[in-house]
């Protein structure tokens, strides 16, 4: 089995509708991470969270939020999804002791009308 | 501010050919550096990481990468490429005890028979 899931794989949406996208790990990972990836601009830190209690806005946080459910679930919303949030996104983790290196998930492909 | 660039956009490798892919970094101090592997509808996979010591890293799937300080180089390189080694490359950077990784904007390799 993976260590780091998303659900759903593929989704499509219409604007104005919220949405949201689920990354569980078995990792024992502290810390997620949520990137949307584009064409030419490679991935963009959405939204992290270093513990259950702990979460900060990363460099493209307009329009998203998250919720740290568990240790091992990271959720992102998109309140009302509009056609330029139409990207790849994917969850990554990292552990404590070794917190540069990133384990990603298999990303959902979002397409939003 | 840190940054990566990877200048090939696009790479054309015949299978059984050597490949080697660039990627620049602009970073004031001792760089992590990092290279992903996003194979078609697959999520990024880890192929080798920098942090210190040898130069030269020995990865996943035959590849490996050499850090040049002189250069703010870390390419990426395989003696003979399989037609499964298809897929975009990513080079990302962040620093000690960091979270933050920056990416580059990838490079897109295809292996012709």
């Known amino acids: 089995d993976a260590d780091v899931t998303q659900t759903p794989r593929n989704r499509i949406t219409k604007t104005g509708k919220r949405i949201m996208l689920e990354c569980s790990q078995t990792?024992?990972?502290?810390?997620m991470y949520w990137y949307r990836q584009d064409p030419g601009l490679g991935l963009r830190l959405i939204y992290y969270s270093f513990d259950v209690k702990d979460i900060n806005k990363g460099e493209i946080s307009d329009g998203y939020s998250v919720s740290r459910q568990a240790q091992a679930k990271f959720s992102l919303s998109l309140e009302s999804a509009i056609p330029n949030q139409t990207a790849l996104y994917f969850c990554a983790t990292s552990d404590f002791g070794d917190q540069e290196t990133q384990y990603f998930g298999p990303g959902t492909r979002l397409l939003v009308l | 501010a840190q940054s990566v660039t990877q200048p090939d956009i696009h790479i054309t490798v015949s299978e059984g050919a050597s490949l080697e892919l660039r990627c620049n970094y602009s970073?004031?101090?001792?760089?992590?550096l990092f290279w992903y592997v996003q194979s078609p509808g697959q999520g990024l996979q880890l192929l080798l990481k920098y942090f210190s010591g040898d130069t030269l890293v020995q990865g996943i799937k035959g590849f490996e990468a050499e850090f040049k300080r002189s250069q703010s180089s870390f390419n990426l390189r395989k003696p003979s490429v399989h037609w499964s080694d298809a897929a975009e490359y990513f080079c990302?950077?962040?620093?000690?005890?960091?979270?933050?990784?920056?990416f580059g904007a990838g490079t897109t390799v295809t292996v012709r028979a």
């Open positions: 990302a950077l962040t620093r000690s005890n960091d979270y933050k990784l920056s």
């Open positions: 970073y004031g101090a001792t760089p992590y």
């Open positions: 990792k024992g990972h502290d810390r």
